[in-house]
């Protein structure tokens, strides 16, 4: 009984090595999206992301309310006020990551290193924008929700330090 199931398993092994990337699908041409007609490079094959759109999103994602009003209660009258704090600093924020791209290019343009001042220098001063806003956002909610704020924030920014690898109480 066993030596069957062994045999089985080789079985499946070796029609999975052979067919992994053969679906029926695909062999007749319906899948990955396409419809029948349309050759690979029409407008529905998949897209490489831009470089400078990746690192203009990263530092968008700086300006996200939610994380740090995660269990905070914001009146209704102060929510408007929020959304738009948050929009504003994302176009900020984005000049951020467009300059970060800028630099990173220029050096791999001229075959060198990228200037780790200058980056560390954005960095900062993202994180200075970063704490404008957050003080913005604490102005609009009620002082027993402060608390509650602030927690958020020391959460975040340790799992970004943790992320980047920045060791615990290096600010």
Do not use: W
């Not at 009146?75 to 924020?93: M, P, Q």
């Not at 001063?125 to 806003?133: F, P, T």
């Not at 909610?141 to 920045?166: E, P, S």
């Amino acid at each position: 009984m066993t030596k069957r199931r062994v045999t089985l398993a080789c079985v499946g092994i070796a029609v999975l090595a052979t067919l992994s990337g053969a679906t029926p699908a695909a062999a007749q041409g319906r899948g990955m999206g396409h419809h029948r007609g349309q050759s690979s490079d029409t407008t529905h094959a998949q897209a490489k992301e831009d470089p400078m759109e990746a690192m203009e999103k990263q530092f968008e994602e700086m300006a996200a309310t939610k994380p740090v009003l995660k269990d905070v209660r914001v009146e209704k009258g102060a929510r408007d006020s929020v959304a738009h704090i948050e929009t504003s600093y994302r176009y900020a924020f984005r000049s951020y990551g467009r300059a970060m791209q800028k630099l990173l290019d220029d050096a791999r343009a001229q075959n060198e290193a990228p200037d780790a001042t200058a980056i560390t220098q954005l960095r900062e001063d993202a994180r200075k924008l970063q704490d404008r806003e957050y003080a913005a956002l604490r102005d609009l909610i009620a002082t027993d929700q402060r608390a509650k704020f602030d927690q958020n924030v020391a959460t975040l920014r340790a799992d970004v330090d943790k992320a980047a690898g920045v060791p615990p109480g290096d600010d």
